[in-house]
């Protein structure tokens, strides 16, 4: 089945220890993503990569950090979390030049 | 920059009613435009998507929307809602950068529909 998977899809974790968000795809899609949804501000853009080893800064990118060293993954790394940073968080993915985006199924991420 | 506004963040009707999601965009060139459902404790969904050709695009669950060029709108239309549908629906609108099309999203309306 194709799909974008997260884990984990919950998460409670304290300021300053550090965390890993993982996504993985297994359509071979080139164009991954990452975005954060906050009530009454939709999905912000985090970071994106167009393919390996290929990543450039979205939106909101401050306190966040990213890599793509595979094709199928894309981890999104908080070095040290701080309680903004609580939030829905959505990886997506799909092929370049194609329009639709394919969702993870989200983590939610809580900062004490 | 893309800005997409999306009038009401909730918005409540009865099943069978009308359901009229509204959605508007800053594009001065035509863009490709689409609408996204979540439901709770899902990710997004594509609803349905307009790139080129007839203005009147249908997606799933009966639910259809109208490219509106001299309006800038994309607003999303089923005739009759039922329970199923309560869900946050999303507007969305891409930019063509670097070989690649950057979504901006709307802040998302929540629908409720009442017994």
């Known amino acids: 089945e194709a799909q974008v998977t997260q884990n984990p899809r919950y998460l409670i974790t304290v300021t300053g220890k550090k965390l890993t968000v993982t996504c993985s795809q297994n359509?071979?899609?080139?164009?991954m993503s990452w975005y954060r949804q906050d009530p009454g501000l939709g999905l912000r853009q985090i970071y994106y990569?167009?393919?390996?080893?290929?990543?450039d800064k979205g939106d909101v990118p401050e306190g966040y950090k990213v890599s793509r060293k595979e094709k199928r993954n894309f981890p999104l790394i908080l070095e040290s979390p701080s309680p903004n940073q609580t939030s829905l968080y959505f990886c997506?993915?799909?092929?370049?030049?194609?329009?639709?985006?394919?969702f993870g199924p989200g983590t939610r991420l809580t900062v004490l | 920059a893309q800005s997409v506004t999306q009038l009401g963040s909730h918005v409540s009707v009865s099943e069978g009613a009308l359901v009229l999601l509204r959605c508007n965009y800053s594009?001065?060139?035509?863009?490709?435009l689409f609408w996204y459902v979540q439901y709770p404790n899902q990710g997004l969904q594509l609803l349905l998507k307009?790139?080129?050709?007839?203005?009147l695009v249908k997606g799933i669950n009966g639910f259809e929307a109208e490219f509106k060029k001299s309006e800038t709108s994309f607003h999303l239309t089923k005739p009759s809602a039922h329970m199923s549908d309560a869900a946050e629906y999303f507007c969305?609108?891409?930019?063509?950068?670097?070989?690649?099309?950057?979504?901006?999203f709307g802040s998302g309306t929540k629908l409720n529909v009442k017994p």
């Open positions: 359509m071979n899609h080139e164009y």
């Open positions: 969305a609108v891409t930019e063509k950068r670097n070989n690649f099309n950057k979504f901006y």
């Open positions: 990569s167009m393919n390996v080893e290929v990543t």
């Open positions: 307009y790139t080129t050709g007839a203005t």
């Open positions: 997506a993915s799909s092929l370049i030049g194609v329009n639709e985006q394919f």
């Open positions: 594009s001065s060139v035509p863009p490709y």
